[in-house]
């Protein structure tokens, strides 16, 4: 029998140089874990799940923390709390959208110790997952989820590939409406990619929600300045309004000129296992004008493609009243 | 110069839709051995799709081979018999000792036909595994269904997929060392050009035992 609520042991590293980490990710290779707030890390350890050898608390690194403006927009550390961006005047004057989402992470003590980086890093909540059964995403050769008896009322409607888990994050939907860039740096160097590529699906990778290589640290977002002051909407749904995970949640970032809307980009999550971008209802919105009628059309379009598990589809209904929602919605 | 096939001096080997048959399983096989391995050494792809639509291609072909060799074809001409194993013998004992020449084989020697029976287990049973393994995953003609089978048969199922498909490696790494080496050339043409030239078929195969379709 597993016993749960005790971790097994590991060394613990909390280095106060970005340098000081990356050695330490160098010397453990796969057996080392890297940390942020600790949320997602401190479950997985406690049901011994993840038994890494040595984790390393990236907690103590200072230049990993902090939002602040630049000339090509602005540029959040990973390690900045989720309560610090729902609270920050840049962030809150000009990309709105963002500290919303972060403001329904979670609980408001979650939201204190919570980053950002980790927030979009986190694993699937897929319950099965969780529990520690060998499914595709644990290395294992099944999904037991998808499967004529599974519980998969949160799961996904679209782009899944033998698993069928959901990425769970909500800044995630805010970052890819505003077109982020994150920041991933190792030993070796630096990369930038776009907040779309951060996230891969199980197609590419079965036991990755992101992109971020092993040896590898998510040290900073950057947001570019094209949409600040942008009209924004975010919006969750939930089982319950605090400290639950979105059955799917909607992000939207829209430049309105003279009623008409001129640019957009809106994302679901919690309906793929990447945070969706609806990039055919943007084609068919862009150039109308802002309208229920349109953010209707809009909505309906969301959904094309779906296909629901036994018991998601009511998935379906409420992303498309989320994306109406978000177009019909959205404010400066 | 004159033409091989009217002057007599070709002999035909492989017929077109057989060395069809070798480049498409080829092909087939490569595909499968990139989308199965290349995600392990750490390039992430999509390979899902493309390796289980190879894997029906490979299964379909097989079996259009299959009914091929035993209806229209000579089935025995692939199966080892007593001389292959006699004459292989002598092969091996010459090679330390003997000075009299090695037997000549048939259309296909005793290695070609060892080799043949050795990847016919192993695509058959990749076949077999990966078929059941289609059960796992959605496709456009079926929705997935792993309870199918028992958690134990479908360890076992991965276990003998992971293992045949590393035989299938080492078989082809095999089988393309003995198709670069040039004493064997003669034979690697024919599977671009169907024929070989009746000089090498005389200086290598026993001319009795095998009679060329065109000579019989």
Redesign the interface.
């Known amino acids: 029998m597993i016993v749960r609520d005790i971790m097994a042991d590991f060394e613990l590293y909390q280095p106060t140089q970005l340098k000081d980490a990356f050695a330490l990710l160098d010397q453990y290779g796969k057996d080392a874990w890297k940390m942020g707030g600790g949320y997602d890390s401190l479950s997985w350890f406690k049901e011994r799940h993840k038994q890494p050898k040595a984790v390393i608390d990236l907690g103590g690194i200072a230049e990993m923390k902090g939002i602040s403006e630049t000339a090509d927009g602005v540029t959040i550390g990973a390690l900045t709390t989720l309560t610090e961006i729902e609270n920050d005047p840049i962030i809150k004057g000009k990309y709105r959208v963002l500290a919303e989402a972060a403001a329904k992470v979670a609980s408001p003590q979650i939201r204190n110790a919570g980053t950002v980086g980790g927030n979009v890093s986190q694993d699937a909540r897929c319950l099965y997952y969780r529990y520690g059964l060998p499914c595709y995403r644990a290395g294992g050769n099944t999904c037991f989820a998808d499967t004529p008896e599974g519980v998969n009322r949160e799961h996904a409607l679209f782009e899944s590939d033998r698993c069928v888990a959901v990425s769970p994050s909500d800044t995630a939907v805010a970052l890819v409406a505003l077109d982020a860039k994150y920041v991933l740096r190792s030993s070796k160097g630096e990369r930038i990619v776009s907040a779309e590529d951060f996230f891969v699906g199980p197609k590419v990778d079965i036991m990755h929600l992101t992109s971020t290589r092993p040896e590898e640290i998510l040290v900073a977002i950057n947001i570019p300045k094209k949409w600040a002051g942008s009209a924004f909407y975010f919006e969750k749904v939930a089982d319950r309004n605090t400290w639950d995970f979105a059955l799917v949640n909607v992000a939207s970032a829209i430049v309105v000129k003279n009623g008409v809307i001129e640019d957009c980009r809106i994302v679901c999550n919690g309906v793929s296992a990447v945070p969706r971008r609806l990039t055919a209802v943007e084609s068919i919105v862009k150039g109308k004008p802002m309208s229920e009628e349109i953010a209707k059309l809009a909505g309906q379009s969301s959904t094309r493609g779906a296909r629901p598990l036994n018991y998601n589809g009511f998935k379906i209904p409420l992303m498309a009243n989320l994306v109406t929602r978000a177009i019909r919605d959205a404010k400066v | 110069m004159s033409d091989p096939h009217t002057s007599g001096k070709a002999v035909p080997r492989h017929d077109l839709i057989d060395r069809l048959y070798h480049w498409v399983m080829a092909a087939a096989v490569f595909i499968l051995m990139g989308t199965a391995f290349l995600p392990k050494f750490g390039i992430?792809?999509?390979w899902?799709t493309a390796h289980w639509i190879s894997g029906i291609v490979l299964g379909v072909i097989v079996v259009l081979h299959i009914f091929r060799a035993i209806i229209w074809q000579n089935f025995m001409a692939m199966v080892p018999d007593g001389k292959d194993i006699v004459g292989a013998w002598r092969t091996l004992v010459g090679a330390f000792a003997d000075t009299r020449a090695p037997a000549k084989p048939g259309k296909y020697n005793v290695a070609q036909k060892f080799y043949h029976l050795g990847i016919a287990i192993v695509i058959l049973t990749l076949m077999g595994t990966g078929g059941a393994m289609l059960f796992?995953?959605d496709t456009p003609f079926w929705k997935?269904?792993?309870?199918v089978l028992t958690?134990e048969q479908?360890?076992l199922i991965?276990t003998v997929h992971g293992f045949a498909a590393m035989g299938i490696v080492a078989m082809i790494m095999i089988h393309i060392y003995f198709a670069l080496r040039p004493d064997e050339w003669h034979l690697t043409r024919t599977m671009f050009r169907g024929w070989m030239t009746r000089k090498e078929y005389e200086s290598h195969h026993d001319t009795l035992r095998w009679v060329p379709d065109t000579e019989k």
């Open positions: 992430k792809f999509e899902l796992k995953i997935r269904n792993p309870y958690d479908w360890g991965y």
